[in-house]
T-cell receptor
Framework: DSGVTQTPKHLITATGQRVTLRCSPR?????VYWYQQSLDQGLQFLIQYYNGEERAKGNILERFSAQQFPDLHSELNLSSLELGDSALYFC????????????FGSGTQLSVL | QKEVEQDPGPLSVPEGAIVSLNCTYS??????FMWYRQYSRKGPELLMY??SSGNKEDGRFTAQVDKSSKYISLFIRDSQPSDSATYLC???????????WGAGTKLIIKP
């Protein structure tokens, strides 16, 4: 168990809908990262938050947004969903002392039908 | 050219064999080198973390970094069926930079 909690584990929704994915980082970790992994694809970095502030942006679509709350949990909002958004979405957190070490949650499997 | 190249495999070996997994990279600024293991549909798990060049050993796993050749390796001794997974290399230039990920190599250990 990495200590990173993601909910829900599975989401099935329709095109055009909006969903929210939730992540609680490891205790003490201030950084939260969101990644997307499509079938047979590598990990695609979406966005990083550090202590409530956006720190870095990757290949995140404008239809997607995220935030980190004062209790450090984070939410990834996906709107106007398309079939191609079906993927595994991972959250990760990292410690202050070794920020290069990422600890991943078990992921949310999103299926857009 | 991708910053990190990793053969996606699959690599199939018999149980008990020594496995060698590799990544090559192009940017000499990378300083931190990591290997993650990912079981099917699960989150990646950090296996090995290395700073700069050299070897690091942890049980049956050895990570090797050759910065002069821009080549990193993960060796698995006495491979077990439970080692069957996708292995991803990840490289970093430092704390202000995002990890750069390899595509992952799918490893299959045959009983």
């Amino acid at each position: 168990d990495s200590g990173v909690t993601q909910t829900p584990k599975h989401l099935i929704t329709a095109t055009g809908q909006r969903v929210t994915l939730r992540c609680s980082p490891r205790s003490g970790d201030l950084s939260v990262y969101w990644y997307q992994q499509s079938l047979d694809q590598g990990l695609q970095f979406l966005i990083q938050y550090y202590n409530g502030e956006e720190r870095a942006k990757g290949n995140i679509l404008e239809r997607f947004s995220a935030q980190q709350f004062p209790d450090l949990h984070s939410e990834l909002n996906l709107s106007s969903l398309e079939l191609g958004d079906s993927a595994l979405y991972f959250c990760a957190s990292s410690p202050e002392t070794v920020p290069e070490k990422l600890f991943f949650g078990s992921g949310t499997q999103l299926s857009v039908l | 050219q991708k910053e990190v190249e990793q053969d996606p495999g699959p690599l199939s070996v018999p149980e008990g064999a020594i496995v060698s997994l590799n990544c090559t990279y192009s940017n000499s600024a990378f300083q931190y080198f990591m290997w993650y293991r990912q079981y099917s549909r699960k989150g990646p798990e950090l296996l090995m973390y290395t700073y700069s060049s050299g070897n690091k050993e942890d049980g049956r796993f050895t990570a090797q970094v050759d910065k002069s050749s821009k080549y990193i390796s993960l060796f698995i001794r006495d491979s077990q069926p439970s080692d069957s997974a996708t292995y991803l290399c990840a490289l970093s230039r430092g704390s202000n930079y995002q990890l750069i990920w390899g595509a992952g190599t799918k490893l299959i250990i045959k009983p």
